[in-house]
């Protein structure tokens, strides 16, 4: 909300796969009411690591659960080897359509921070069982923690 009384111009983006989802496809219930809270305030992307030849069940799987967004981003094939690279560089395309990412949320580095991820971010990146709020370019990186 104080976004909204700055008056802050921006986006969301999150994750789907141990974010707003779990490893059986049913919601994560503290995520997503954060994510239905924002929904209506600003623009708001999924970004995910799951290929497009998947998209027909994820938009599904998203539907059901209520998930509405403005663009679903899926990995291209071509991209299958650097997910991290793809979702840095859509998170750069969706700032500047909006201003900026307001806030990135997801459960791996690639979903959160500046990809590669700085150095100085190591201890953040090698602990699984992490839980970070990031601030880098303008934008905040929710890092959850890894059921992985």
């Known amino acids: 909300d104080h976004c909204r009384r700055m008056k802050s111009k921006g986006a969301l983006v999150f994750d789907i ?7 059986r496809e049913r919601l994560i219930p503290e995520v997503a009411d954060v994510y239905k809270h924002f929904r209506s305030r600003f623009p708001t992307y999924i970004l995910t690591a799951r290929p497009e030849a998947g998209r027909s069940h994820a938009e599904r799987l ?6 509405t967004y403005d663009k679903l981003f899926m990995l291209p094939g071509r991209e299958e080897s650097d997910p991290g690279g793809y979702k840095w560089r859509m998170r750069r395309q969706i700032g500047r359509k909006h201003g900026r990412v307001l806030v990135a949320c997801g ?33 905040i990186g929710v890092l959850l923690p890894s059921s992985r």
Do not use: C, M
């Open 17 to 23: 796969d141990d974010t707003l989802v779990d490893g």
């Open 107 to 139: 459960d791996q580095a690639w979903d959160a921070l500046p990809w590669p991820a700085p150095r100085s971010l190591d201890a953040l990146v090698d602990n699984p069982h992490r839980g970070a709020l990031v601030h880098n370019e303008n934008e």
């Open 62 to 67: 998203l539907k059901r659960h209520g998930i």
